[in-house]
């Protein structure tokens, strides 16, 4: 029941679109865990898109060395090591990966402005454990579909 609540939360949460702008608005950089380097993956298209718009997109997958013209990073840990403030950390990752993640988010020196799971993915204890750090969490939605419908081109 505690998943159940907590998507609903997300729902009634970032229902105002003025959040949502000012969220993306607010965002520089994007940490982007489970991102793939094949063209056809959204977890490829997703971030290319979101780079096209301006942000700094910061790859999170142990696989690969870079993508998208950035060094790709096996983790979150390996991110803050490096020194790079991140401003959202948006998840390409299936929902019995979520809490690992969270872990990595909750050690992170400077907390995101919010966690952003994508369309499909929605894992409830996580996100409560985000809202109880103060971390603002969005799932089950695109970032990209929610920025285009916003008309948040690259002069935002």
């Not at 965002?27 to 977890?43: F, L, M, N, R």
Request: charged share 25%; glycine share 6%; proline share 7%.
């Amino acid at each position: 029941m505690s998943q159940v609540k907590s998507h609903l939360e997300d729902k009634e949460e970032f229902q105002n679109e003025q959040k949502l702008e000012a969220l993306l608005r607010a965002t520089s950089c994007i940490a982007v865990i489970g991102i793939k380097a094949v063209e056809t993956e959204d977890a490829f298209r997703v971030p290319l898109y979101l780079q096209e718009q301006g942000y700094r997109i910061i790859p999170i997958n142990p696989k690969w060395e870079e993508i998208l013209g950035e060094n790709a990073y096996p983790d979150l840990d390996a991110v803050t090591a490096a020194g790079i403030p991140v401003d959202l950390v948006n998840i390409f990752r299936a929902a019995e990966n979520i809490p690992e993640h969270v872990d990595e988010i909750l050690r992170m020196p400077t907390a995101p402005n919010a966690v952003w799971m994508q369309l499909g993915i929605h894992h409830g204890p996580s996100a409560a454990r985000l809202r109880a750090a103060g971390i603002p969490v969005i799932q089950d939605r695109c970032i990209m579909v929610d920025h285009r419908k916003l008309a948040l081109g690259p002069d935002k």
